[in-house]
């Protein structure tokens, strides 16, 4: 049995809980809701004895974000100090425990979920964390987004706020889990090499650069530069680099009278056989039949009778 231990609340919290009658009725079947959903979500600011023990686990996956404050949990045998901005990820029914500090109780936000993807996202969430609280920069949008989601529940239960609800959720998720991508500023773009490359190579499509070129733009050795641009991307930076061309020739094809051979020109490549079989590969049509498709599925409406 689980046990829970605090004073008769904490100044300011906020506590929602999903009856079980939504949970099955609804979330659990509904087809955008039952890939993900919330069933309870709370706020408890400086949380003095706050204490919560569950022997053998729930069968939900609990997520608490520290943004003040202090307190530890335990897993797997493992106890773990939390301080500011550190994320907890329980999975279900794993056993576990979890308290504030006695002096300098923290500050959480923390939310239960279920749902068919909702393992693989803790999954994930562990897979990008080099441990089982990892940091995440304080963010005044994250933070909005997680109250907008506790006001906009208190707006009942009907089907469509449901759905928004959990949509939302997802993206808070989004937050949790690429943060980096998320939250990126121009500054974050400029020290990444890989970001700085790939915004280098959009703004000069139309040209043509050997690997050195890139990675000497990135400033690193040109295996260790296409080792880690796969790494992030999952393409040679050569590969990647021809894929935004392709996107550019799309864009040609959809927008544009010009010849295939002048838009292989405007994009760095000479050759025309080599662009169309590039772009076959990439797209799976040819540039001439990709534009009659295009072209084909966006002809104005004629009426063919007076009104």
């Given at each position: 049995m689980a046990r829970i231990k605090r004073?008769?609340?904490?100044?300011?919290?906020?506590?929602?809980?999903?009856?079980?009658?939504?949970?099955?009725?609804?979330?659990?079947?509904?087809?955008?809701?039952?890939?993900?959903?919330?069933?309870?979500?709370?706020?408890?600011?400086?949380?003095?004895?706050?204490?919560?023990?569950?022997?053998?686990?729930?069968?939900?996956?609990?997520?608490?974000?520290?943004?003040?404050?202090?307190?530890?949990?335990?897993?797997?045998?493992?106890?773990?100090?939390?301080?500011?901005?550190?994320?907890?990820?329980?999975?279900?029914?794993?056993?576990h425990q979890y308290a504030a500090h006695p002096d300098r109780p923290w500050t959480i936000y923390w939310v239960h979920f279920k749902g068919e993807i909702a393992s693989f996202i803790v999954d994930l969430i562990l897979r990008n964390s080099k441990n089982e609280k990892p940091y995440l920069s304080f963010s005044e949008s994250r933070i909005k987004l997680f109250q907008h989601i506790c006001d906009s529940m208190e707006y009942g239960y009907g089907e469509d706020n449901l759905r928004y609800v959990n949509m939302i959720f997802s993206h808070f998720l989004t937050s949790l889990i690429y943060e980096d991508k998320l939250y990126k500023t121009v500054t974050d773009v400029e020290k990444d090499p890989i970001a700085h490359t790939i915004?280098?190579?959009?703004?000069?499509?139309?040209?043509?650069?050997?690997?050195?070129?890139?990675?000497?733009?990135?400033?690193?050795?040109?295996?260790?530069?296409?080792?880690?641009?796969?790494?992030?991307?999952?393409?040679?930076?050569?590969?990647?680099?021809?894929?935004?061309?392709?996107?550019?020739?799309?864009?040609?094809?959809?927008?544009?009278?010009?010849?295939?051979?002048?838009i292989a020109k405007n994009l760095g490549i000479d050759d025309q056989y080599y662009f169309t079989r590039v772009f076959t590969r990439l797209i799976g049509n040819s540039p001439s039949e990709y534009r009659r498709k295009i072209r084909s599925e966006s002809k104005p409406y004629v009426l063919k009778h007076k009104v």
């Open positions: 004073r008769e609340g904490f100044e300011g919290q906020r506590l929602l809980v999903v009856p079980k009658k939504v949970t099955s009725n609804f979330l659990k079947t509904d087809p955008v809701t039952k890939q993900i959903f919330i069933t309870d979500i709370g706020y408890y600011p400086k949380a003095r004895h706050h204490y919560v023990a569950r022997p053998h686990g729930i069968d939900q996956h609990i997520i608490i974000y520290c943004t003040d404050g202090y307190g530890w949990f335990e897993i797997d045998r493992k106890r773990i100090e939390i301080s500011p901005s550190q994320l907890i990820t329980i999975p279900a029914n794993m056993p915004k280098f190579m959009n703004s000069h499509v139309e040209k043509k650069f050997r690997l050195s070129e890139f990675a000497d733009y990135a400033k690193l050795s040109r295996s260790h530069f296409s080792a880690i641009f796969k790494i992030k991307t999952g393409y040679s930076p050569v590969e990647y680099f021809n894929q935004l061309k392709i996107q550019k020739a799309c864009q040609y094809l959809s927008f544009t009278d010009q010849s295939i051979k002048a």
